[in-house]
């Protein structure tokens, strides 16, 4: 079956830096995205990696790794709106968007 | 307006009643999703259109039915509500089906009693 796992909630304080992983196993592999998702809002997105490697965007920056199954987004100089669950989905083998059940971050100041 | 847009914003339903999520954008997209999100669980793709005119099931297709008969509207019709049903309801489009970045709409927040 086609799994996606990533942490169910973390907590960090206002101006640090965490790291939000994901782990997948899935048939096939066409990229790896990530999405913010606010309490009662739509996800939006954050990025996007095919290749491996480090894609940098601001204060976040999202990591891939092929052969390990693997990706983290990391925040840095966390605030308080970065308050959010993010989401980790796959792209897999039939171009489908196979989606983890998301990680809620929680800010502390 | 740019984006997706969604109505209604939630509904209350009773079981066995039969009911149509409305979906359209203005973005010209070509691919169109319907999700599901429950708590503790992913988003759950219902149905999806690669183009319009065409049509096809996802991971939870069972009681929905979906139809995409121009470009900018996908409705999701629930043919005879169920409680397992409650949920909030994404819609979602992107320029080609394969690897593009999908925009959501606001949602619908759907309650079957």
């Known amino acids: 079956g086609q799994n996606i796992d990533q942490p169910t909630e973390m907590t960090a304080t206002e101006g640090a830096i965490v790291q939000i992983n994901c782990t997948y196993q899935?048939?096939?592999?066409?990229?790896l995205f990530w999405y913010q998702q606010h309490a009662g809002e739509a996800p939006t997105f954050l990025s996007y990696?095919?290749l491996d490697g480090l894609e940098e965007k601001g204060r976040f920056s999202s990591f891939l790794s092929r052969s390990k199954g693997y990706s983290y987004l990391l925040l840095k100089e966390l605030q308080m709106k970065d308050s959010a669950s993010y989401l980790c989905?796959?792209?897999?083998?039939?171009?489908?968007?196979?989606w983890g059940a998301g990680t809620k971050l929680i800010i502390k100041p | 307006i740019a984006g997706i847009t969604q109505a209604p914003t939630s509904q209350i339903l009773a079981a066995g009643r039969r009911m149509t999520l409305r979906c359209t954008q203005d973005m010209r997209h070509n691919a169109m999703y319907w999700y599901r999100q429950d708590l503790g669980l992913g988003l759950r793709l219902i149905h999806y259109s690669n183009t319009a005119g065409t049509t096809g099931k996802g991971e939870v297709p069972d009681g929905y039915s979906v139809s995409r008969a121009n470009t900018d509207d996908f409705p999701l019709t629930l043919a005879s509500a169920v409680p397992s049903q409650t949920s909030v309801y994404f819609c979602a489009s992107s320029a080609l089906a394969d690897r593009n970045e999908q925009f959501f709409g606001p949602g619908t927040r759907l309650t079957v009693l």
């Open positions: 990696n095919v």
């Open positions: 899935t048939s096939g592999f066409n990229g």
């Open positions: 989905a796959v792209v897999d083998s039939n171009y489908q968007l196979i």
